[in-house]
């Protein structure tokens, strides 16, 4: 719902997809940007292979720990009051990231980043949903989903080009402009919708940060400490131990982060589920194929960013049509579509790799990949909200964000533990033995996911919609 104080403003179709659209253009860019300037940041800051994950990870912690208490805030605040402080915080920690001199400068500026992407990406999706009429919201997530897989795209290539005409700083300051853009462009194409205006669950938000970082600093650390050691075993007990007081807390709470009840829809749940297995294989896999193109094929970053392209541009033009089809064909058919193309084309690509194999065999499963990660952006964000009510968008879209970013944050650690476990290291005779356990692994987890959305409501458009629907709903698809 909008403030009641303001009347509601009735923007452009599409400056309100822009407005909200271009900061999270902004996260995504630069986190694929990021991935790509990983051998390079091991050579010139002398980062150790941990350290080039936590390089990832610091983000993706950072995000996974704030993200449920800023779409909380949304509610209570004003989603567009949060989503420009996000927007801010993130310019700062660019600023920060640029000018560090060290791998502990630029991992806190890194986390600094993370907290402001999470006041940026779920309600990114809460303002689309909110400031579009129902019936144009399968179109504008598509818009959503393409501007996303704009950043994927153009994220290696924008990476590689700075890196090899300037240097790696530069490609944290180019997010300055862009935030200097965004920043007046949501304050007037976007309203300032409010949720729930309940108070503020830190309990649960200090419960839900302190697992997922134990959980996750465990994986990081296993092979160098032993996954027998004392602290990892400790740390990994701690963090289920926290998980299981978070479920209990939020089933108690007045106001919990995460609305328990919202797991009885069969849509959002298994859509959570799907989004943390597509997370977890594809970016796990992402940050171990990013590298083998520059570590074994020889490729500077610009270099491996082209030949990643048939891969990474490939959702720009699937996830709008995808968006737009929805309705039609359903959510779960393009969905497992796309989980499934994934999984085949990461294990095309582990049961081929070497060595001296050429680029040329890699573009047919790049492209399957692309076309199946753009087949699952806007479908699985629609489904998230299909049966939701208005007021629950940023919880619902702050659990999925959080889980997609757990997920990133697990596949990463836990293929880089496989990669090390095997022996590999930045050295091409070391490289690939180790990588390819590491990609498998991933393509299990994609097909897991396919196997998983069997279970997911059709999500095709309902031809019964009530003629004057509930205020806070606005069920334009149907489970079936």
């Known amino acids: 719902m909008s403030d009641s104080l303001t009347p509601t403003r009735?923007?452009?179709?599409?400056?309100?997809?822009?407005?909200?659209?271009?900061?999270?253009?902004?996260?995504?860019?630069?986190n694929l940007v990021m991935t790509n300037a990983l051998p390079v940041l091991h050579t010139q800051l002398g980062a150790s292979v941990e350290e080039l994950q936590w390089f990832?990870?610091?983000?993706?912690?950072?995000?996974?720990?704030?993200i449920l208490i800023a779409s909380a805030l949304g509610d209570r605040f004003g989603r567009r009051t949060v989503f420009l402080i996000g927007i801010a915080i993130f310019g700062a920690?660019?600023?920060?990231?640029?000018?560090?001199?060290?791998?502990?400068?630029?991992?806190a500026a890194r986390a600094l980043q993370g907290l402001g992407g999470a006041g940026v990406l779920p309600l990114s999706l809460a303002l689309i949903a909110g400031g579009v009429a129902p019936q144009r919201r399968p179109l504008a997530i598509g818009l959503w989903g393409g501007i996303s897989g704009l950043g994927v795209a153009v994220g290696p290539l924008v990476g590689g080009a700075v890196m090899e005409g300037w240097d790696w700083q530069a490609i944290f300051w180019l997010n300055v402009p862009v935030a200097l853009v965004a920043i007046p462009l949501a304050l007037f194409s976007l309203n300032n919708d409010f949720g729930e205006r309940a108070r503020i669950d830190v309990v649960g938000a200090v419960l839900a940060a302190v697992a997922v970082l134990a959980l996750v600093h465990a994986i990081?650390?296993?092979?160098?400490?032993?996954?027998s050691s004392a602290g990892v075993i400790a740390e990994i007990v701690a963090?289920?131990?926290?998980?299981?007081?978070?479920?209990?807390w939020q089933a108690r709470a007045k106001a919990p982060l995460v609305p328990l009840r919202l797991f009885r829809d069969r849509s959002f749940s298994l859509t959570n589920v799907v989004g943390f297995a597509f997370s977890f294989g594809t970016f796990g896999a992402v940050f171990i194929l990013i590298q083998y193109m520059q570590v074994v094929q020889g490729s500077t970053p610009l270099e491996a960013a082209v030949q990643t392209t048939p891969w990474t541009l490939a959702p720009m033009f699937v996830a709008p049509l995808a968006g737009i089809f929805a309705p039609r064909v359903g959510t779960r058919a393009l969905m497992i579509a796309?989980?499934?193309l994934q999984s085949v084309a990461l294990l095309w690509i582990a049961l081929t790799m070497s060595e001296t194999l050429e680029y040329a065999l890699l573009v047919a499963p790049f492209i399957m990949a692309g076309?199946?990660?753009?087949?699952?952006?806007a479908p699985s964000a629609t489904a998230l909200l299909a049966t939701l009510g208005a007021t629950d968008h940023a919880k619902a879209s702050g659990v999925n964000s959080t889980v997609r970013e757990i997920g990133i944050a697990l596949g990463t650690a836990v293929m880089t533990a496989i990669f090390v476990g095997a022996g590999g290291e930045l050295q091409p005779d070391l490289y690939v033995d180790a990588a390819r356990p590491a990609v498998l692994v991933g393509a299990a987890v994609l097909f897991a996911a396919?196997?998983?959305?069997?279970?997911?409501?059709?999500?095709?458009?309902?031809?019964?919609?009530?003629?004057?629907?509930?205020?806070d709903r606005e069920p334009e698809l149907a489970p079936v």
Not at 99 to 107: H, R
Not at 371 to 377: A, K, N, P, Q, T
């Open 450 to 471: 396919a196997i998983a959305g069997l279970r997911l409501p059709a999500g095709r458009s309902s031809r019964a919609v009530a003629a004057e629907p509930d205020a």
């Open 220 to 227: 990081v650390r296993g092979n160098d400490d032993g996954w």
């Open 239 to 248: 963090g289920a131990v926290l998980l299981a007081g978070f479920v209990a």
């Open 56 to 66: 990832v990870n610091a983000y993706t912690l950072a995000f996974a720990s704030a």
């Open 10 to 30: 009735h923007r452009p179709f599409g400056l309100v997809v822009a407005a909200a659209s271009v900061p999270m253009f902004m996260a995504t860019l630069d």
């Open 371 to 377: 076309v199946g990660m753009g087949l699952v952006f």
């Open 93 to 107: 920690g660019s600023v920060l990231a640029a000018l560090s001199t060290d791998p502990g400068q630029l991992i």
């Open 338 to 340: 796309g989980l499934g």
